[in-house]
């Protein structure tokens, strides 16, 4: 079983071009968030979904229909959109937005979206990392965020203010999604971990997910893939990273260029490449 991951093409049709050139000769196919073009109105990305990228899948899956692909959105993808998302779930890709499904017999597709609070402005995919207080005011403290933005839904603009009463967290997310079969669990998270060779941006900074670690040590499932911090592979050198038993891979692919770099995995061996799709 041959498995394509990308993430982070922002909107590129170029990188797309090569993703869905390279896609059929893969088994499954699994975008793992910022798929649409960064700082553009929430407008714009819904026409880039409808007009562009749903339809090239569309046109992918009735060239093979034996493809699986999974997709999900990441940090700057608006939740506002989400409904053209979920319009065509289960009939030419699976959504994986905070869901837990069959991938095979041996496996299963656990995505999450949601990133520890940044210092930008839209606030769709963020929560607090850390259930607990005290810890949440610890990153508060040493990490360069906001906590006032704005979230998105039905096509609306609503004010986003975090507050140290919030109960959601990532911790508590994950917990409920990795508990069940973790050995059988292959990951795909839009954050990585954090203090690993896959979250280091060019400040030199690790930004990625405290619970996320946590969870990964602690539930040890099968694999993870990542994306969001575009520059990590440049910075750290290296595309992989092991915590425990559990191979944790980031595909480090910049929108800006017009070939992608995506991950090639094979399974069951775990065997992880880092490709350009040229």
């Known amino acids: 079983m041959r498995l394509l991951f990308c993430a982070d093409i922002h909107g590129n049709e170029m990188q797309y071009f090569k993703i869905f050139q390279h896609a059929k000769n893969y088994d499954a196919l699994i975008f793992g968030g910022d798929l649409c073009v960064k700082n553009l109105d929430m407008r714009s990305q819904r026409t880039f979904l409808e007009n562009y990228l749903i339809p090239r899948i569309k046109e992918l899956k009735e060239a093979k229909p034996e493809l699986k692909i999974y997709i999900m959105f990441g940090n700057d993808d608006f939740a506002g959109n989400l409904d053209v998302l979920n319009k065509h779930n289960d009939e030419i890709y699976q959504v994986i937005m905070q869901r837990k499904l069959p991938f095979d017999d041996n496996f299963n597709i656990v995505g999450y979206p949601y990133i520890p609070v940044t210092p930008f402005r839209i606030k769709d995919w963020e929560k607090w990392d850390l259930g607990q207080k005290d810890n949440r005011q610890i990153f508060e403290l040493e990490r360069d965020i906001i906590l006032e933005g704005v979230q998105t839904w ?12 919030d109960k959601e967290s990532i911790e508590s997310d994950l917990y ?46 099968f694999l993870t893939l990542h994306g969001h911090i575009h520059e990590t592979v440049e910075m750290s050198g290296k595309y992989m990273d092991r915590l425990g038993d559990t191979i944790s891979a980031s595909v480090g692919n910049h929108n800006t260029n017009q070939i992608p770099h995506a991950l090639e995995i094979e399974l069951p061996s775990r065997s992880i490449k880092r490709i350009r799709l040229e």
């Open 154 to 165: 039905n096509m609306r603009y609503e004010g986003k203010k975090f507050s140290l009463d």
């Open 176 to 221: 409920e999604l990795m508990a069940d079969e973790p050995e059988k669990n292959i990951c795909i998270f839009h954050s990585p971990p954090f203090n690993t060779d896959l979250d280091i941006t060019y400040t030199k900074d690790h930004v990625g997910s405290l619970a996320m670690r946590m969870a990964i040590e602690g539930f040890q499932p």
